[in-house]
């Protein structure tokens, strides 16, 4: 698991494990979390592996390092990059309208107006568009039928973007953050560019130059799927289809096996299912500068805040780069992390995180929403790995 390590400025082996350890320990034994898989690599070296409690509870199925998990957001970096390579090779312009691709996406402003939505606009998340869970429950998504690639199997992406563009946007493209749809139009544009679907272009784009296999808009083996579970008491309560989680002031509406169903559009900000392995080997390819898939300058402008300091009036502290958010000043966000670190997680209960300075990348994957993404569990973790340092 844990490899013997030289140089003292590197977490140490014992004091890593005891940490992380006794973080992932406490969280089962208070029954925050059924199960987890969590990796740390540092300098590209693996320095802690672990797969704890159960990947299916109620057939008493244990986790496993190589299980496949529904990754939610953790989709938007990896189709991020996706995007990024056809930047790279000249098929889309950062400041090219969308309407380039997707003619008929013309969302408007509250008062009528036309608005210019650029590529740049919705790899930052300052485009105009938003969540129907960020929406009061009458809301224009919400009326509108607009799904957030979680729920609603058997919606095709045109469908979903023309009940989208029907909606208003809530301010105009780049002049504030609000986290969106924006990665799903972005993967109605990959397919148009490439002529794919999107789980097709971000094989050939990303999965395949890193001989990865097992991360995709579908499930290559399902003996290896966790179960999903949400937070209740006194343990979290197993997800069905339908079911409905509180968040900030709305709701999210889930179809755990909206995966199985191949006429469900590929979400470019939710669809995707993998394992932690995968999705490490992803974002230490970023952390070493991007090779084989990026050069070291589009790495660079994608770790730097895109969102026009927008965000960081909504979260101190922080910023939006292309497809994560970036630690602009630790000390005002109040974490651990160091200034120009990234990290992002998914709703059904994933963080992760890339700190450049001290070399770390770290993938936290559970099949517990919310205490996954941002419960105590998140913050026990990222102390006890910087404690290790």
């Known amino acids: 698991m844990s490899l013997p390590l030289e140089n003292s400025t590197r977490p140490t082996q014992s004091s890593l494990a005891e940490g992380v350890d006794a973080a992932i320990d406490s969280a089962l ?17 693996l320095v802690y592996a672990r797969a704890a409690g159960l990947a299916d509870r109620e057939n008493k199925v244990g986790m496993r390092e190589d299980a496949i998990f529904r990754l939610a957001s953790v989709t938007k970096p990896i189709v991020t990059i996706a995007a990024m390579r056809l930047v790279e090779q000249g098929r889309i312009g950062l400041d090219d309208p969308i309407t380039k691709w997707l003619p008929d996406f013309r969302p408007r402003l509250a008062d009528g107006a036309e608005a210019v ?8 998340h300052t485009s105009g568009l938003g969540y129907t869970f960020a929406e009061e429950q009458d809301g224009p998504y919400h009326r509108a039928g607009v799904s957030d690639g979680l729920d609603t199997p058997g919606r095709s992406v045109a469908d979903n973007l023309q009940r989208l563009a029907s909606a208003p946007l809530i301010f105009a493209p780049g002049e504030d953050w609000r986290y969106s749809l924006a990665m799903d139009v972005l993967g109605g544009i990959v397919e148009k560019e490439t002529g794919r679907v999107l789980g097709e272009a971000v094989a050939e784009l990303v999965m395949q130059p890193l001989g990865l296999s097992d991360t995709a808009f579908s499930v290559r083996d399902r003996s290896r799927l966790t179960a999903n579970y949400v937070n209740g008491d006194p343990q979290p309560l197993r997800m069905e289809d ?25 979400s470019g900000g939710a669809g995707m299912a993998g ?40 979260q101190a502290g922080f910023g939006f780069g292309f497809g994560w958010s970036i630690v602009i000043d630790p000390v005002e966000g109040q974490v651990h992390f160091s200034a120009g670190t990234i990290k992002w997680g998914g709703v059904y ?33 990222a102390k006890a790995v910087y404690a290790a340092l």
Request: charged share 20%; hydrophobic share 40%.
């Open 242 to 266: 339908g079911t409905l989680v509180p968040i900030l002031d709305g709701v999210i509406r889930f179809a755990p096996d909206r995966i199985f169903d191949p006429t469900s559009y590929h």
């Open 349 to 381: 209960g994933h963080s992760w995180f890339v700190d450049p300075k001290k070399g770390l990348t770290v993938v936290a994957l559970t099949n517990t929403a919310l205490e996954g993404m941002w419960g105590q569990f998140t913050t026990d973790l």
């Open 29 to 45: 034994a208070d029954k925050r979390l059924v199960g987890t898989v969590v990796l740390i690599a540092h300098d590209g070296e």
């Open 275 to 314: 394992t932690a392995s995968d999705v490490l080997t992803i974002l230490d390819t970023i952390r070493r500068g991007g090779a084989p898939l990026l050069s070291p300058d589009t790495v660079k402008t994608m770790m730097t805040d895109q969102a026009g300091g927008h965000m960081q009036a909504q």
């Open 117 to 124: 939505i650029r590529i740049r606009h919705l790899l930052s």
